[in-house]
């Protein structure tokens, strides 16, 4: 049917054609029509016929349409044809209607959609070009075809809704929509566009993807706006589109403002785009970013990227080992490898943006530096800083800087770094030189939260990476080894430790680069030559085949050591040796060897005894050595407690069983042999009860021997060893651990000496000292030290005894301790220039240890000769440090002088033998378990029968204060926070761990559990401090006069109560606790305190409700604390609490604190004021913390400088402020750098404003600043009645800076606010007036009393109030009020106001400031004078309208 329908068509229309022609024409055509029917083509239609006539010949089935001629030419002929046709315009209804027919079919359809052939022969090849349109793209292009084409065209679509292109298919909406791109001329482009949208909203999701990315060509300039904000419109409907929108959007041409809209609709989708598709969009917002808000926009893209989406796949794939199906764990593992490229390819754009995008590299780095919450940062950051570093070199220093700084500020934990190498190794390992970089760069960093952060970043490095990375890693810390810093070494040396024993297969791989620090051992400290054995000896033995090369390496560099005649050499050889001692002599796996285990046995047994026979020949004839040679096997055995085949070290345990008594141990006699200096006696006997087979340990002979030398030539030569007192104490400890060890804990073997007594000397010296001689005195004191420090290892050998009878002697133990320490404070107060002899072996040879010569005289110097020993003693002596210090350090410097205050004040011992620290056995963390008993004070004993006390194990007030203060010290050393210790110089680093060699083989978090789970006893022994000063508050304010009180008990109760703080504030303060890791840790701290208010309710509670609780429990303190210091420290543990965060109420609870102990009058028991430089520092630091937490500082600091100052100046010369005492003469300049400080602080707070501000927000704003220079005026005033130097340096300096501020952030407020509150501005300028004019005189004060510190403060001074009065004029200029400003000269006055005379002498009366005080006056200026004075007075308030 539809052949015939067009042959007859193309008969009529063939006639109607032929007849309608000119005449001179008919033969052409008549010409061609023979050729066609040629061709076989005689009947055909007015389509086909004029397309033909036109150039074209259509082709059906797979042959392309042919064109014969150029395409322009076509389309004139075709036009041409149609315009002239008799029946035109009917004529172009019956050519698009045979069109219509003709794409009926498929294949038909198909060649007029795709390009023609162009038709090549000898007459035409010049003529027509190698590639042509399609058929139906020439038709667009003629102008009376087009509406009728693009219709037919739209109308075809929804015929392929439903087609399935397969892969070799043709996809018809595609080339349709192709049709309408890029043509010359659209006669009605909007109605197309507007057709072309709404086949968008009904289309299936591949053609709404062709018709959307095609937009961009087929639009005219002025339709872009409009589709762009369709397209802004589709995006945030559905996901489907994204990225066919974006594509579209990244190509149109749109102004700034529509170009954010869109970008804005694009960042709304960010969080929840298809994974698939976010590399799309977030490349089209980094595109469209310009400078001016690069900054925003990448901020908003920080917020909105969150690549735990990505994470997700990967915890599919961790569990995919649990999936029962194959094809579900293939689908796992799909979905990862998808999940990871998608991540890798977000980074490849950002990578690209950063490298060729400059506003966009400087835009991130500062958008994550503007970022200051902790809970802000993320992963992201992190990545994107490593890439920033390896992409853009211009930008690295700049990146290391704020990767330095959110390290410090713990912004950037390890645990984040810790999951950015755990789930996107891919992508991290392409910045492999950047972490290698930053890792090397940050070991050297003064910062310890730094330098740990890097050394995570090695760890992470060698398990995520491949094996070229791991060696570089391996390489990059030997060679920090070898550098000799010690930081360095320390840290690498830790990090190669850990990667030991997690990794130990890997890194043998890399064992040859690791040997070769033995090369380098000089540079090594004993403690680090301990590290460097434990893990060569953990490669060694841990595959017997493999390291059999690194044995014997290790044991020709040991045998060369322990022959060595140098004692750092024989030391170093000691601590290796008991190294490989405990990798040897550990116990195997029974699967270890298996066939070849009685091979390895023996083996082992013989490097085992020869190891041990060739350090006991070296070691039997040098006391220090062989004391080292005991601590060093005796911690062998504690920290690889139950690891250790014990058979092995049989012979050696049994031969230290006999030699020990046989040494130190002997029979109790009343009467020893022997003639020494002084008389033997037996002290310190716990069995008096048991006379049969008593014992003593022998020391006054022993150290007889030892200090006097007189030993036997005869029995030196008998015996090869050399027993000495140097050795009582390492070798009981060997000797504890070892039976212990053997016997699962238990000391039966060995508890006879917990109470057996010592064999010493009368102790009471009172009164005796100054008659002995200098060699009497220093025996004494050194019989003292051995047998302090026998005690200290009884107390930590017996500690954790469960048999009442054994605690109660430890108890005594502790008390004899307290007793020693005192008779030893005053022998030593006698003997200047005293050096002990040595507790620790394992330093750097006793030399190491300064000798402490100036000592002695403690008591009759107190602080200053105690300040020159810190200087010697280094770490050591820390107590003193800060004594000339000046009130404004920063709060962690100040933990040296909070623990020894009391003591200092007292005499207490404990604070006079702080700088001996070194010379004592360290107490184990164990001994800490006593702090379980309860507190005896001497209230009890008084009511109580002596007997009742001493069958109830309790612990007295002396014995408490010694425990705490050695707990304090020891959480010092480990916890302080990271991020405010710095590193020591390196030559001071070496010193820092004597006194603390067993603490340091444990990690903080090991120390931190240990003090949680003391909080208990704590918390008991703190309430017990609290009822007690409440009680004696109780009874001053009852008006008792109580002559019994003891002061000294008084003291000794405060000084407890402020150890027992610091270990809080310690504890709360560890920055471990940000670590996710010790979250749970943190909890069960919290859950201890809070369980004091609520018990038994806490389980369950969330961590916020905790740190709530905890902090009411603490704040129940407050009315109890007996000092300023106690008072200052409580107040930091409340904000490290508070800090986890910080909630509004809880800022309200700590100013409010900080401010009732500023309001308190301080008095120590003997009724004087609490002063001093200690006082000063807490002092300030507890006026920053009111300042910071108040809601209202303008009104906080008002307050103080018109309520307090007043008072304190109509007080008596040594009085005080009756709101504040804290407030007087002495303390007065630390207020005024505090107030100052917080005033120009907080002034830079207050925001700026913008012209467009209504009337309102401009006049609170004036309020705010009218307040804070009112407050100005009046600080700067009050320098005319405190003109000392301090308060003179303190105004010049923050003067200038509330003046620049005033500058930059007032004047742009006063510029836009003149107009509408004029007499607000004019009032605020005139009071500022007064405050400048005032500062001005200080200048010349300054330079007539020619102080350096001061004039140094002038010429930025002056040059800042010369701006100032300059801004005043542009400002009244801005207003149009010029003629309301005139300037002066100023006259040079001093403080009083008092003109300098040098000056008058130069100027006459006409250079005086007319009516300068006068209420006319107008904006008075200044200038210079005879060149040498600048500018420095303000303008006043314009007296005439403008």
């Known amino acids: 049917m539809f052949s015939k329908r067009k042959l007859s068509k193309a008969d009529a229309s063939g006639e109607i054609c032929k007849s309608d022609l000119p005449k001179t024409k008919k033969s052409r055509i008549s010409d061609k029509e023979k050729a066609s029917a040629y061709s076989g083509v005689e009947n055909e239609g007015v389509f086909e016929g004029l397309l033909r006539t036109s150039g074209i010949v259509l082709k059906a089935g797979e042959g392309q349409n042919e064109i014969a001629v150029d395409q322009i030419t076509f389309q004139k002929k075709l036009c041409l044809a149609l315009e002239k046709h008799p029946t035109y315009p009917d004529v172009v209804k019956q050519f698009v209607s045979g069109l219509e027919s003709h794409i009926k079919d498929r294949n038909q359809f198909k060649n007029c959609l795709l390009p023609c052939a162009p038709v090549r022969t000898e007459g035409s090849r010049a003529l027509v070009h190698s590639y042509c349109e399609s058929l139906i793209k020439l038709l667009l292009g003629i102008k009376i075809l087009q509406p009728a084409v693009v219709t037919l065209l739209l109308e075809k679509i929804p015929e392929f809704f439903f087609d399935i292109v397969g892969t070799f298919g043709t996809n018809f909406p595609r080339l349709i929509v192709n049709q309408f791109k890029w043509l010359d001329k659209l006669l009605d482009s909007q109605d197309l566009v507007k057709k072309l949208m709404q086949m968008v909203s009904v289309s299936p999701v591949p053609i709404q993807h062709d018709i959307i990315t095609s937009l961009p060509e087929i639009l005219e300039d002025s339709q872009q706006s409009e589709v762009a904000r369709e397209l802004s419109c589709l995006l945030k409907q559905g996901r489907r589109l994204t990225?066919?929108?974006?594509?579209?959007?990244?190509?149109?041409?749109?102004?700034?403002?529509?170009?954010?809209?869109?970008?804005?609709?694009?960042?709304?989708?960010?969080?929840?785009?298809k994974l698939e598709d976010l590399p799309v969009v977030v490349k089209f917002i980094l595109h469209n970013v310009n400078a001016a808000d690069a900054v925003e926009v990448i901020s908003d893209l920080r917020k909105s990227l969150d690549l735990s989406s990505c994470v997700l796949p990967l915890q599919i794939l961790g569990s995919q080992k649990k999936l029962k199906s194959q094809v579900q764990a293939s689908s796992s593992m799909s979905q990862v490898t998808t999940s990871q490229n998608c991540v890798k390819l977000l980074f490849d754009v950002i990578k690209l943006a950063v490298r060729f995008q400059k506003d966009v590299c400087g835009a991130w780095i500062k958008a994550i530096e503007n970022s200051t919450s902790v809970s802000d940062h993320k992963v992201l950051d992190l990545i994107v800083l490593l890439l920033i570093h390896s992409t853009n070199t211009k930008s690295r220093k700049?990146?290391?800087?704020?990767?330095?700084?959110?390290?410090?500020?713990?912004?950037?934990?390890?645990?984040?770094?810790?999951?950015?190498?755990?789930?996107?190794?891919?992508?991290?390992?392409?910045?492999?030189?950047?972490?290698?970089?930053?890792?090397?760069?940050?070991?050297?960093?003064?910062?310890?939260?730094?330098?740990?952060?890097?050394?995570?970043?090695?760890?992470?490095?060698?398990?995520?990476?491949?094996?070229?990375?791991?060696?570089?890693?391996?390489?990059?810390?030997?060679?920090?080894?070898?550098?000799?810093?010690?930081?360095?070494?320390?840290?690498?040396?830790?990090?190669?430790?850990?990667?030991?024993?997690?990794?130990?297969?890997?890194?043998?791989?890399?064992?040859?680069?690791?040997?070769?620090?033995?090369?380098s051992t000089q540079k090594l400290n004993p403690c680090q030559i301990r590290k460097l054995f434990h893990i060569l000896s953990t490669l060694a033995f841990s595959q017997r085949q493999e390291g059999s090369y690194i044995q014997d390496d290790m044991h020709m560099v040991i045998r060369k050591w322990l022959s060595s005649t140098v004692p750092n050499h024989k030391q170093m050889g000691i601590i290796g040796a008991v190294t490989m001692i405990g990798s040897v002599a550990l116990k195997r796996n029974e699967g270890d060897g298996s066939l070849e285990r009685p091979e390895l046995n023996g083996e082992r047994d013989g490097q085992l005894s020869t190891l041990l026979e060739l350090v006991g020949f070296c070691c039997e004839k040098n006391p220090e050595v062989l004391a080292l040679y005991y601590d060093e096997l005796a911690s062998l055995i504690e920290k690889q407690k139950g690891k250790l085949d014990l058979q092995l070290l049989e012979e050696f345990g049994k031969s230290l069983v006999e030699d020990f008594p046989s040494d130190f141990v002997v029979d109790l006699n009343p009467t020893v042999d022997g003639s020494f200096l002084f008389p033997v006696k037996s002290l310190y006997n716990l069995d008096e009860d048991e006379s049969q087979g008593a014992i003593a340990i022998n020391l006054l002979p022993l150290v007889s021997q030892s200090e006097l030398g007189k030993v036997a030539d005869g029995t030196s030569n008998q015996s090869k060893r050399v027993v000495s007192p140097l050795c009582l104490s390492p070798?009981?400890?060997?000797?504890?651990?070892?039976?212990?060890?053997?016997?699962?804990?238990?000391?039966?073997?060995?508890?006879?000496?917990?109470?057996?007594?010592?064999?010493?000397?009368?102790?009471?010296?009172?009164?005796?000292?100054?008659?002995?001689?200098?060699?009497?005195?220093?025996?004494?004191?050194?019989?003292?030290?051995?047998?302090?420090?026998?005690?200290?290892?009884?107390?930590?050998?017996?500690?954790?005894?469960?048999?009442?009878?054994?605690?109660?002697?430890?108890?005594?133990?502790?008390?004899?301790?307290?007793?020693?320490?005192?008779?030893?404070?005053?022998?030593?107060a006698a003997t200047p220039g005293y050096v002990p002899p040595p507790a620790t072996f394992d330093s750097e040879g006793l030399e190491a240890v300064p000798s402490i010569n100036a000592v002695g005289p403690l008591r009759k110097r107190n602080g200053r000769k105690k300040k020159a020993d810190a200087s010697k003693v280094g770490s050591a002596d820390r107590s003193q440090a800060d004594d000339s210090s000046e009130g404004n350090?920063?709060?962690?410097?100040?933990?040296?002088?909070?623990?020894?205050?009391?003591?200092?004040?007292?005499?207490?011992?404990?604070?006079?033998?702080?700088?001996?620290?070194?010379?004592?056995?360290?107490?184990?963390?164990?001994?800490?378990?006593?702090?379980?008993?309860g507190l005896l004070t001497k209230s009890v004993l008084d009511t109580e029968m002596h007997t009742e006390a001493r069958e109830v194990v309790q612990l007295g007030p002396a014995e408490l204060c010694f425990l705490l203060d050695d707990l304090c010290w020891k959480l010092e050393h480990v916890l302080t926070p990271g991020s405010t210790r710095r590193v020591p110089f390196p030559k001071e680093r070496g010193y820092k761990d004597i006194g603390f060699s067993h603490l340091c083989q444990r990690s903080p978090k090991e120390v931190a559990t240990c003090v949680v789970n003391l909080l208990k006893p704590l918390c008991n022994h703190m309430e017990n401090m609290h009822n007690y000063f409440q009680a004696i508050d109780l009874q001053n304010r009852g008006g008792e006069d109580d002559p019994e009180v003891n002061i000294q008990e008084h003291q000794l109760m405060s000084s407890c109560y402020q150890q027992l703080l610091l270990t809080f504030r310690s504890?709360?303060?560890?920055?471990?606790?940000?670590?996710?890791?010790?979250?749970?840790?943190?909890?069960?701290?919290?859950?201890?305190?809070?369980?004091?208010?609520?018990?038994?309710?806490?389980?369950?509670?969330?961590?916020?409700?905790?740190?709530?609780?905890?902090?009411?429990?603490?704040?129940?303190?407050?009315?109890?604390?007996?000092?300023?210091?106690?008072?200052?420290?409580?107040?930091?543990?409340?904000?490290?609490?508070?800090?986890?965060?910080?909630?509004?109420?809880?800022?309200?609870?700590?100013?409010?604190?900080?401010?009732?102990?500023?309001?308190?009058?301080?008095?120590?028991?003997?009724?004087?004021?609490?002063?001093?430089?200690?006082?000063?520092?807490?002092?300030?630091?507890?006026?920053?913390?009111?300042?910071?937490?108040?809601?209202?500082?303008?009104?906080?600091?008002?307050?103080?400088s018109s309520v307090g100052v007043p008072e304190l100046i109509s007080s008596a010369k040594d009085g005080c402020s009756s709101t504040y005492p804290t407030l007087s003469r002495q303390t007065f300049p630390i207020f005024f750098r505090v107030m100052m400080a917080q005033l120009e602080r907080s002034v830079k707070s207050i925001s700026p404003g913008k012209p467009s501000d209504s009337s309102e927000v401009q006049l609170e704003k004036l309020l705010q600043w009218n307040i804070a220079v009112r407050n100005f005026h009046i600080l700067v005033n009050l320098v005319k009645v405190f003109d000392s130097r301090p308060v003179l340096n303190i105004c010049l300096k923050y003067g200038r800076l509330f003046v620049e501020a005033f500058l930059k952030l007032a004047m742009p407020l006063l510029d836009y606010s003149f107009k509408k509150h004029r007499d607000d501005v004019q009032s605020l300028l005139k009071t500022l007036q007064l405050s400048t004019r005032q500062l001005h005189h200080?200048?010349?004060?300054?330079?007539?009393?020619?102080?350096?510190?001061?004039?140094?403060?002038?010429?930025?001074?002056?040059?800042?109030?010369?701006?100032?009065?300059?801004r005043v004029k542009a400002m009244l200029a801005f207003n149009h009020c010029q003629e309301a400003f005139w300037m002066g000269i100023l006259k040079n006055r001093d403080l009083q106001g008092e003109e300098i005379m040098t000056q008058a002498s130069e100027e006459k009366d006409s250079d005086e400031e007319g009516s300068a005080d006068s209420a006319a006056e107008e904006p008075s200026g200044s200038g210079t004078e005879d060149s040498a004075e600048e500018a420095a007075a303000g303008p006043g308030s314009p007296g005439a309208e403008p």
């Open 398 to 519: 700049q990146t290391e800087k704020v990767l330095s700084s959110k390290i410090r500020l713990g912004c950037l934990p390890e645990q984040l770094m810790q999951n950015a190498f755990q789930n996107h190794s891919t992508v991290i390992k392409d910045y492999f030189p950047s972490i290698l970089a930053l890792a090397q760069m940050f070991l050297h960093s003064a910062y310890p939260a730094v330098v740990s952060f890097g050394s995570c970043m090695y760890k992470q490095a060698f398990a995520a990476f491949d094996s070229y990375s791991q060696q570089e890693v391996v390489t990059a810390l030997v060679t920090h080894v070898c550098s000799g810093n010690e930081t360095e070494v320390d840290i690498s040396l830790d990090v190669l430790t850990d990667l030991v024993m997690l990794h130990t297969s890997l890194l043998m791989r890399y064992a040859t680069f690791v040997k070769t620090i033995l090369d």
């Open 1067 to 1200: 504890l709360f303060a560890w920055n471990g606790f940000s670590q996710h890791e010790n979250t749970d840790l943190l909890r069960s701290g919290l859950q201890v305190l809070a369980d004091r208010l609520k018990p038994g309710e806490t389980e369950f509670l969330p961590l916020e409700e905790l740190i709530s609780e905890s902090f009411h429990y603490l704040l129940n303190f407050q009315q109890s604390v007996p000092s300023f210091h106690c008072a200052f420290i409580l107040t930091q543990l409340l904000i490290a609490i508070a800090d986890k965060p910080m909630a509004g109420w809880k800022k309200e609870k700590m100013a409010s604190l900080a401010k009732q102990f500023l309001c308190q009058s301080w008095v120590k028991p003997s009724g004087d004021q609490e002063k001093g430089s200690q006082f000063n520092s807490a002092l300030h630091t507890l006026l920053c913390v009111y300042l910071e937490h108040t809601d209202n500082i303008l009104k906080a600091i008002e307050d103080i």
């Open 243 to 273: 990225v066919p929108i974006l594509d579209a959007l990244s190509r149109l041409d749109l102004d700034g403002d529509l170009q954010a809209e869109v970008r804005q609709s694009a960042m709304t989708i960010v969080p929840s785009v």
């Open 1338 to 1366: 200080m200048c010349g004060h300054s330079k007539i009393r020619q102080d350096i510190g001061l004039t140094n403060h002038v010429p930025l001074l002056k040059k800042s109030l010369e701006q100032f009065v300059y």
């Open 889 to 933: 350090q920063p709060d962690t410097e100040l933990s040296e002088l909070e623990k020894t205050a009391a003591e200092r004040e007292t005499g207490n011992p404990l604070a006079q033998l702080q700088s001996y620290r070194p010379y004592f056995r360290e107490l184990d963390l164990e001994v800490f378990t006593v702090l379980h008993c």
């Open 731 to 828: 070798c009981f400890r060997l000797l504890r651990l070892y039976t212990g060890e053997q016997n699962s804990g238990s000391l039966e073997e060995i508890d006879a000496l917990l109470g057996c007594p010592l064999y010493l000397t009368d102790l009471e010296v009172e009164g005796k000292l100054d008659s002995l001689s200098k060699q009497e005195r220093e025996f004494l004191c050194s019989l003292l030290f051995y047998a302090l420090n026998w005690f200290r290892e009884v107390v930590n050998a017996f500690c954790q005894q469960q048999d009442a009878e054994m605690k109660g002697k430890v108890l005594t133990r502790l008390q004899n301790i307290t007793e020693l320490q005192n008779v030893l404070g005053k022998c030593l």
